[in-house]
């Protein structure tokens, strides 16, 4: 647990890591991702709780003896050093012999492709260069773990998916063991073996990128991740984990029990279904058939969004951009009963709506 | 956060850095003061409890004529006749060392702040001809000429000055001035102090987002109601930290009061016995008394003043917009009074400085304006043994200082800006910026009541031991002259972002070896202007080195040297005297050009 005055930065964080994983914390900004990195990287002790590698306790252990190699957010290459110098840094501090201080430098510098550019000083380099050195200077090292604190944030968008791709691979080389911060769901679906999503201090779900998206344990996970639309209602009947939820008028959706958390006949309940799962035609499993009005079409490109009413709730939903909609038309669209996941009311749940 | 969970951050070379500013401040500045200072205190105590008289308590100080009177001993102004000339003395008051203290220090805080105030708003907001001549001049007074711009003030306006000689010979009116007393001693400190407010306005002025008065002017507001409705407001704080440092510098001045003969005035009266006391041995709780009283109103004003800045540092840099300066032409009356006004007033303040050279290289100066040109006064001065013997001293006791200086204010910067016990950080924040305000006259009798008794009698910390006062004066400059190096460094601090640091530490630096690799480099320029200026501010330190610094003839720094030669009665004393302060000038000016040209740092300035 760590606390800032009254405000609870990172709390009830469990986390394990396994040797050579790749592993996300993510969450939206003030959620203690960083708080909880920094408290690995020893940047920060926390108030209660512990911090072990391996069976060794390091909760208290002074940054410099932890053995962790972080890249940092703005990159804080040292302008007064040349990219050499930054980078044989660590190296210099454990006090390896010149020769071989040159030769894995130069060789880190190869895998991360800014060789010939070692004499250069940070300050004549390209923030995706910039980048690149301070994944050197922290690979270079061999640490025990590599903490990357939203190493990508800096950059535009085509050399954020590029970036994410070399970072991925050169992790999968050298096996190492990762733990990434970000608040870009893709970003973190896209380079993780693991990802822990967090919000106010707390981890939500800890489980793979697939698990975390489409099995959502959590109403906050549930729309987090990727685009999502609400429908709330009453459950009417519950037949082990399926579940059929009145969302008011005539219309009745089935769904799946997503939450452990129990839920009876008569309580209030939430619909999570994502917006592309909708179809215009019936789908060969288990369907909900639900019947509403056009109020909005958006033409988009790859797909077309429509806003429809559904028993006086709004609905998103994303069709084949080749099918017409008029607006103010009656519309019947389908959804699978697997897609629909069914939570209980919460206070978070309107929050998040 | 509690105490504990943040005492997990300290490390060896955290503790140390505390601990080494910590016990450097307690032993030469904070127990000095309070040592000094209990003696009258107890003698009050005594007094107020049991009502009996064991020594000069601080009730004493209300009864005696000469601290406190109800009447003036002199006319402000009289008028009389002289050679067929119509005679005007400006005289001034005396109303007793206490009243004369703060009516000096309140004349001359009035004086520089209209005056640094409006050349700041002409600077800050006009573009004209002359600007560049007149920053110059606004400089001038700023230049160090120790004890001798008073001299120098003192002759141009006497009787037979350049100023009645102008009136009375080039001009042809029979009258005659004379500037002499309490009048004298502000004039003095009028013209050598002003620059401060200035430098401070100035820069507030210049945070001001143009956008403020440009709203204030789209809503109607134009010439003196802007000025006095968003300009002059948004401008307070500069306003307030540079007279609050004008009305210290003006009680803790000895050259006005010295060069006039104006003795009743708290700094002479506690510098005059200490002398007397070296004799003696001890100084008595008399000195303690008056230092009190000294300490307490630079202390109650530097701090009150510095609050009430801290609660006006109004958050002036808005987002977004242009920064556009909002500088235009003067029209004809702003031309007038600038050129006819201002301009002629800012000669004026830098005429002393101007005087102390002209003097260095003239001849004679026993008529109106000094005469013919020589070098011979350098010549002399580079001969004479007391001279290089000070000169040498200077030297070496601000080298000394100022390597102590760099550690000092590195460490405290370093702990105050980057520990994270909060109540810490601000206690070693204040204790390490009250040098400033804490009047050199007070340390210096702090440390002969406490230097020359038990347990210190006798050691080398004992100025009246066989060693002499020097390694004293040498801690005096370390202490009093900390802050300038302290503020440029912890400035530099708040540029150099952490993550620097914790990239070094994370990749298993430690952290004396991240202070060496990362931020020193980083920070160089600031240190090394901050121990330049620190060097130079203690070469031309006054109150210590006049006092302590004096007992011991052969360790007498060069300053003190300079006020033997002005008031030894020694011939072309004076002039001599100037052409020290001529290579103190020189020395001053190189530092500023480095810093400025070399190391781009804008010159720090005095402040709170």
């Given at each position: 647990m760590k606390r800032f005055g009254n405000v609870y930065a990172a709390k009830d964080v469990?986390?394990?890591?396994?040797?050579?994983?790749?592993?996300?914390?993510?969450?939206?900004?003030?959620?203690?991702?960083?708080?909880?990195?920094?408290?690995?990287?020893?940047?920060?002790?926390?108030?209660?709780?512990?911090?072990?590698?391996?069976?060794?306790?390091?909760?208290?252990?002074?940054?410099?003896?932890?053995?962790?190699?972080?890249?940092?957010?703005?990159?804080?290459?040292?302008?007064?050093?040349?990219?050499?110098?930054n980078v044989a840094y660590g190296l210099k501090v454990r006090k390896l012999p010149k020769e071989e201080i040159r030769r894995r430098v130069l060789e880190v510098l190869d895998l991360v492709g800014l060789r010939g550019l070692e004499d250069r000083y940070p300050l004549q380099l390209s923030g995706?260069?910039?980048?690149?050195v301070a994944l050197a200077r922290a690979l270079v090292v061999e640490p025990k773990v590599l903490l990357l604190d939203e190493p990508l944030s800096n950059l535009d968008a085509k050399l954020?998916?590029?970036?994410?791709?070399?970072?991925?691979?050169?992790?999968?080389?050298?096996?190492?063991?990762?733990?990434?911060?970000?608040?870009?769901?893709?970003e973190a679906m896209s380079i993780s073996d693991r990802v822990a999503v967090m919000n106010q201090g707390r981890i939500l779900q800890v489980g793979t990128p697939q698990d975390i998206y489409f099995r959502p344990k959590n109403i906050f996970v549930a729309t987090f991740i990727g685009k999502s639309t609400l429908l709330q209602g009453k459950v009417v009947k519950k037949d082990a984990d399926r579940v059929v939820v009145d969302v008011g008028g005539e219309a009745r959706i089935a769904g799946k029990l997503a939450s452990d958390s129990g839920i009876k006949e008569g309580d209030d309940a939430v619909l999570v279904i994502k917006p592309?799962?909708?179809?215009?035609?019936?789908?060969?499993?288990?369907?909900?058939?639900?019947?509403?009005?056009?109020?909005?079409?958006?033409?988009?490109?790859?797909?077309?969004?429509?806003?429809?009413?559904v028993a006086n709730q709004n609905l998103k939903v994303f069709i084949d951009p080749k099918k017409e909609v008029k607006p103010g038309s009656k519309f019947v669209i389908y959804v699978k009963i697997d897609d629909v996941l069914v939570f209980p009311r919460s206070e978070e749940v309107l929050e998040v709506a | 956060m509690d105490i504990r969970g943040s005492l997990r951050y300290l490390d060896n070379v955290l503790i140390l850095m505390i601990v080494f500013s910590l016990a450097l401040f307690s032993l030469f500045l904070i127990l000095p003061?309070?040592?000094?200072?209990?003696?009258?205190?107890?003698?009050?105590?005594?007094?107020?409890?049991?009502?009996?008289?064991?020594?000069?308590?601080?009730?004493?100080?209300?009864?005696?004529?000469?601290?406190?009177?109800?009447?003036?001993?002199?006319?402000?102004?009289?008028?009389?006749?002289?050679?067929?000339?119509?005679?005007?003395?400006?005289?001034?008051?005396?109303?007793?060392?206490?009243?004369?203290?703060?009516?000096?220090?309140?004349?001359?805080?009035?004086?520089?702040?209209?005056?640094?105030?409006?050349?700041?708003?002409?600077?800050?907001?006009?573009?004209?001809?002359?600007?560049?001549?007149?920053?110059?001049?606004?400089?001038?007074?700023?230049?160090?000429?120790?004890?001798?711009?008073?001299?120098?003030?003192?002759?141009?306006?006497?009787?037979?000055?350049?100023f009645s000689y102008?009136?009375?010979?080039v001009i042809g009116l029979p009258l005659k001035i004379n500037v002499d007393g309490m009048f004298g001693v502000v004039l003095t400190q009028s013209m050598a102090f002003w620059p401060i407010v200035y430098l401070n306005v100035y820069s507030s002025m210049m945070l001001i987002d143009p956008s403020l008065e440009?709203?204030?002017?789209?809503?109607?507001?134009?010439?003196?109601?802007?000025?006095?409705?968003?300009t002059l407001p948004l401008s307070l704080p500069g306003l307030?930290?540079?007279?609050?440092?004008?009305?210290?510098?003006?009680?803790?001045?000895?050259?006005?009061?010295?060069?006039?003969?104006?003795?009743?005035?708290?700094?002479?009266?506690?510098?005059?016995?200490?002398?007397?006391?070296?004799?003696?041995?001890?100084?008595?709780?008399?000195?303690?008394?008056?230092?009190?009283?000294?300490?307490?109103?630079?202390?109650?004003?530097?701090?009150?003043?510095?609050?009430?800045?801290?609660l006006r540092q109004y958050a002036m840099l808005s987002r977004g917009g242009r920064w556009i300066p909002r500088v235009r032409k003067p029209k004809l009356v702003g031309s007038l009074i600038i050129y006819l006004v201002v301009l002629p007033v800012m000669v004026f303040t830098a005429m002393p400085q101007i005087g102390v050279f002209i003097t260095a290289f003239s001849v004679r100066w026993s008529r109106a304006y000094p005469e013919g040109f020589t070098l011979d006064h350098f010549a002399s001065i580079l001969k004479n043994p007391d001279v290089i013997t000070g000169l040498s001293n200077s030297l070496k006791y601000a080298a000394i200082a100022t390597t102590i200086i760099t550690v000092l204010s590195l460490s405290s910067a370093y702990v105050a800006a980057r520990s994270r016990l909060q109540t810490l950080n601000e206690v070693l924040d204040m204790i390490s910026t009250s040098p400033l305000a804490i009047p050199g006259l007070a340390i210096a009798s702090g440390y002969i009541v406490m230097f020359t008794s038990w347990p210190f009698k006798d050691t080398f910390l004992d100025p009246l031991s066989i060693y002499g006062p020097w390694l004293l004066v040498v801690l005096a400059y370390t202490v009093r002259r900390s802050p300038f190096a302290t503020r440029v460094i912890y400035a530099g601090l708040q540029q150099v972002h952490v993550a620097y640091e914790e990239a070094a530490m994370n990749l298993g630096a430690s952290r004396l070896r991240t202070l060496a690799t990362v931020v020193i480099p980083l920070l160089g320029l600031n240190i090394l202007s901050g121990a330049l200026l620190a060097f130079v501010y203690s070469i031309a330190e006054t109150s210590v080195s006049v006092t302590v610094g004096a007992i011991v003839a052969g360790q007498k720094p060069l300053t003190a040297v300079m006020l033997d030669f002005l008031t030894g009665g020694r011939l072309a004393g004076l002039q001599l005297a100037a052409a020290m302060a001529v290579l103190i000038v020189v020395t001053q000016l190189l530092i500023i050009f480095v810093t400025n040209v070399f190391l781009k740092q804008r010159y720090a300035f005095i402040g709170v």
């Open positions: 469990e986390l394990d890591i396994a040797k050579g994983e790749f592993f996300t914390l993510l969450g939206p900004s003030g959620c203690g991702k960083t708080t909880t990195l920094r408290i690995i990287a020893g940047f920060e002790y926390p108030d209660s709780g512990q911090v072990f590698f391996d069976e060794e306790d390091v909760t208290y252990t002074k940054p410099y003896e932890r053995g962790t190699a972080m890249v940092f957010q703005n990159y804080a290459l040292w302008p007064h050093m040349s990219v050499f110098d995706g260069q910039q980048q690149r954020r998916i590029r970036m994410r791709e070399e970072i991925k691979k050169i992790q999968r080389t050298l096996n190492i063991t990762t733990i990434y911060v970000t608040h870009d769901q893709e592309e799962d909708f179809t215009v035609d019936p789908p060969g499993e288990p369907y909900n058939a639900i019947e509403g009005v056009v109020e909005f079409s958006m033409f988009l490109g790859s797909f077309t969004q429509l806003r429809m009413s | 003061l309070a040592d000094m200072i209990s003696l009258p205190l107890a003698f009050t105590l005594e007094r107020l409890v049991s009502g009996t008289k064991t020594g000069y308590s601080l009730i004493e100080l209300f009864s005696d004529p000469r601290l406190f009177r109800t009447y003036s001993t002199t006319e402000p102004v009289k008028i009389s006749q002289l050679s067929g000339s119509t005679l005007v003395n400006f005289i001034g008051w005396n109303f007793g060392v206490i009243p004369n203290t703060l009516i000096i220090a309140s004349l001359v805080t009035l004086n520089t702040t209209v005056l640094g105030l409006v050349v700041a708003f002409i600077m800050a907001r006009y573009d004209f001809r002359g600007k560049m001549l007149m920053r110059v001049l606004a400089y001038m007074p700023l230049l160090m000429t120790p004890f001798v711009n008073a001299f120098v003030i003192k002759k141009l306006f006497s009787f037979d000055g350049l102008i009136i009375n010979s440009e709203q204030a002017e789209n809503l109607g507001a134009r010439g003196f109601k802007l000025f006095r409705s968003v307030a930290a540079g007279a609050a440092v004008v009305f210290i510098f003006s009680m803790e001045d000895l050259g006005g009061p010295i060069a006039y003969g104006f003795y009743d005035v708290l700094s002479y009266s506690i510098y005059s016995n200490i002398k007397a006391a070296q004799n003696i041995g001890e100084v008595g709780a008399y000195v303690g008394a008056l230092s009190i009283v000294l300490l307490a109103l630079a202390l109650a004003i530097f701090f009150g003043i510095k609050r009430y800045v801290s």
